[in-house]
C-alpha cells in the first residue's frame, strides 16, 4: 500500500467515526507546537485534523441551553472520530493518540486552562479546511465556522493535504457587528477578557467569585450569587462542562448558508 492509500484509508475510517470533515497537516508544519507535540508523542510525524459541524438551527436558538446540548454532541462526534482513527492507526502498527478538542485542559501555569496542546484553528487551516475569519476563528468551505475541531497525533508519516487556494472568509464583518460585547476588532483581534466574561460568565471565573468571597467573609454580599441562576448553572456544568454562553459569531457567518438550517 503506498503512502497516499493508506493516507485515504485513514480518512475513511474518520469519517465513518463521525468526522464531517478530514484533513492531515505534517507536525513539522505546525512549529508552533513542536514543544506539545513531542511531549504529547516524540517521534510524531503528522497530525490528522478531524472537525464536526454544529446544527445551524440549534446555536442560532434563543435557548442557550439547545446550543450547549448540540455543543456537546459536536465535540462528541469530533472526539469519537479522533479516537476512533488513533486506534486504526495503532491497530496498524503507528502509534498515535488523540488530543483534545476542548476540555481537559492543562490548568497549571501558564496556561491555566486557557490554552489547548494544539490550536485548532490554525492545525485545520494548514489541513486545508479553509481560513481564518475576522472573529479569530477557522472558516471552513462546507460549514463556515459553525464546526468544532480535534485531532490525532500519529508517527505514521502520511502526505499533508494542500492549503485552501481561496479566503473563504468573504470579511463581511457580520461575525464583528453580532458580538454582544463589543470583544471582536476584525482581523482575528479579540478582546480575550470580554468575550471570556460572556461565553464563560458561569466557569471558572464565577467559581472563583464565589470561593474568594467566602473566603475573606462577604457571605452577605455573596447572597445574590448564593441563591441566584448562576450557581445552578454552575452546578449544571460539573456535570456537563462548561459549553459556552455565547454562539452570535459562529451563527452569523454567511458561510454556515453553504449547508442548510436543520428543521427550518
Known sequence: MTREEFKQEVKDVALEQGADLVGIVSARDLSEHEEEIVRILPSAKSVVVVAAKHSLAAIRSETNQMAQFDTIHTYGQVEKAAHGTARFLESRGAPA????????????????????????????????????????????????????????????????????????????????????????????????????DIIFKHGFRYFQQLIEGI????????????????????????????????????AQCPASALYPVENA
Open 97 to 196: 493518540v488523540a488530543v483534545p478538542a476542548f476540555i481537559p485542559l492543562d490548568m497549571a501555569a501558564p496556561k491555566k486552562g486557557m490554552r489547548g496542546e494544539i490550536c485548532w484553528r490554525r492545525a485545520g487551516v494548514r489541513a486545508g479546511f479553509g481560513s481564518y475569519g475576522e472573529n479569530g476563528l477557522l472558516v471552513t468551505r462546507e460549514f463556515g465556522s459553525a464546526v468544532r475541531v480535534s485531532g490525532v497525533v500519529t508517527t505514521a508519516e502520511l502526505p499533508g493535504d494542500p492549503l485552501a487556494e481561496e479566503d473563504v472568509c468573504d470579511h463581511c464583518m457580520r461575525c464583528v457587528e453580532a458580538c454582544p460585547v463589543g470583544a471582536l476588532a476584525g482581523e482575528g483581534k479579540i478582546n480575550k477578557k470580554l468575550c471570556g
Open 215 to 250: 473566603a475573606e467573609g462577604e457571605y452577605a454580599q455573596m447572597r445574590e450569587i448564593l441563591e441566584g441562576e448562576g450557581l445552578r448553572d454552575m452546578w449544571q456544568t460539573f456535570m456537563t462542562g462548561n459549553y459556552y454562553y455565547c454562539f452570535k459569531c459562529q
